[in-house]
T-cell receptor, first 111, second 115 residues
Framework: GNSVTQMEGPVTLSEEAFLTINCTYTATGYPSLFWYVQYPGEGLQLLLKATKADDKGSNKGFEATYRKETTSFHLEKGSVQVSDSAVYFCALRDSSYKLIFGSGTRLLVRP | ETGVTQTPRHLVMGMTNKKSLKCEQHLGHNAMYWYKQSAKKPLELMFVYSLEERVENNSVPSRFSPECPNSSHLFLHLHTLQPEDSALYLC??????????????FGEGSRLTVL
């Protein structure tokens, strides 16, 4: 079945460091891929998305590229801020009602 | 301002109580969802409604009863819950075409504590 695997957290970085959160997926078709972010005490917000191979999603300095050959959708940001501290979820949707999430990666950015 | 509004944000109830969670979407979407988020567990899809018809019931215990009176409103009726049902309940909506490639829009969640 379809699934999403994310790197274990927490990830702890200093402000202005480079961020990578790895995400790989398994799907039978050609899924759409998403990154969601959850700040403390809040719901999930869509951060970025990509709907086909080689698409790059970007928002608020975050980027992720849909790599079909490696079945990956890694999240990157060149310079993180304290305000980026949150839990990040990779997700896929493969011609179905279901949005399938990874387990989430907690990011803590220290001043 | 969020396009998906959930009330109440926090709810504490005893095991014998009956309560309801409410969700309203202001986005004109045609599908609505309930997810459960427990500590240290993946997000669990509970129910999906498309055009007000239930299309997914993901082996959820009968003490959870969903209701979708129209495309903008979704309820989750709760009765005789267990302490392990304590979690954040997230409502979401989407505008789905034939290919289901779009994103879901989530509310802020209702934090439920069962004593």
């Amino acid at each position: 079945g379809n699934s999403v695997t994310q790197m274990e957290g927490p990830v702890t970085l200093s402000e202005e460091a480079f961020l990578t959160i790895n995400c790989t997926y398994t799907a039978t078709g050609y899924p759409s891929l998403f990154w969601y972010v959850q700040y403390p005490g809040e719901g999930l917000q869509l951060l970025l998305k990509a709907t086909k191979a080689d698409d790059k999603g970007s928002n608020k300095g975050f980027e992720a590229t849909y790599r079909k050959e490696t079945t990956s959708f890694h999240l990157e940001k060149g310079s993180v801020q304290v305000s980026d501290s949150a839990v990040y979820f990779c997700a896929l949707r493969d011609s179905s009602y279901k949005l399938i999430f990874g387990s989430g990666t907690r990011l803590l950015v220290r001043p | 301002e969020t396009g998906v509004t959930q009330t109440p944000r926090h709810l504490v109830m005893g095991m014998t109580n009956k309560k309801s969670l409410k969700c309203e979407q202001h986005l004109g979407h045609n599908a609505m969802y309930w997810y459960k988020q427990s500590a240290k567990k993946p997000l669990e899809l509970m129910f999906v409604y498309s055009l007000e018809e239930r299309v997914e019931n993901n082996s959820v215990p009968s003490r959870f009863s969903p209701e979708c009176p129209n495309s903008s409103h979704l309820f989750l009726h709760l009765h005789t819950l267990q302490p392990e049902d304590s979690a954040l309940y997230l409502c979401a909506s989407s505008q789905d075409g034939a290919s289901y490639t779009g994103e879901l829009f989530f509310g802020e969640g209702s934090r439920l504590t069962v004593l």
